[in-house]
């Protein structure tokens, strides 16, 4: 049986991210019309930054994991799942 993805309450999570992932997916997608993919960008978020050990939502890092999630949402994905697991593989150096 597959977990379902966590989701995660950003006002209940003070100091490392808050409600600063899921602000900036509202603000992309502005009309308030796509709380889905706000929350699934959001969630992505959280997920790849623990996955990489990134604590500080200012590091040049996290914001460069930011835009590869807002990019490969606004190219179709849609679950936190997909969109973390998309930014990881995008992410990752090239063996040679």
């Given at each position: 049986?597959?977990?379902?993805?966590?989701?995660?309450?950003?006002?209940?999570?003070?100091?490392?991210?808050?409600?600063?992932?899921?602000?900036?997916?509202?603000?992309?997608?502005?009309?308030?019309q796509?709380?889905?993919?706000?929350?699934?960008?959001?969630?992505?978020?959280?997920?790849?930054?623990?996955?990489?050990?990134?604590?500080?939502?200012?590091?040049?890092?996290?914001?460069?994991?930011?835009?590869?999630?807002?990019?490969?949402a606004?190219?179709?994905?849609?679950?936190?799942?997909?969109?973390?697991?998309?930014?990881?593989?995008?992410?990752?150096?090239?063996?040679?």
């Open positions: 049986m597959r977990a379902k993805p966590q989701s995660y309450d950003f006002t209940e999570r003070p100091g490392d991210f808050s409600d600063e992932p899921k602000r900036r997916a509202d603000n992309l997608y502005g009309d308030g796509h709380p889905e993919t706000a929350q699934a960008v959001a969630n992505a978020l959280v997920m790849t930054c623990e996955a990489l050990g990134l604590s500080n939502r200012d590091e040049a890092m996290t914001q460069l994991v930011a835009r590869k999630i807002i990019e490969l606004q190219r179709g994905l849609k679950s936190p799942t997909e969109l973390h697991l998309a930014a990881i593989k995008e992410l990752k150096p090239d063996p040679q």
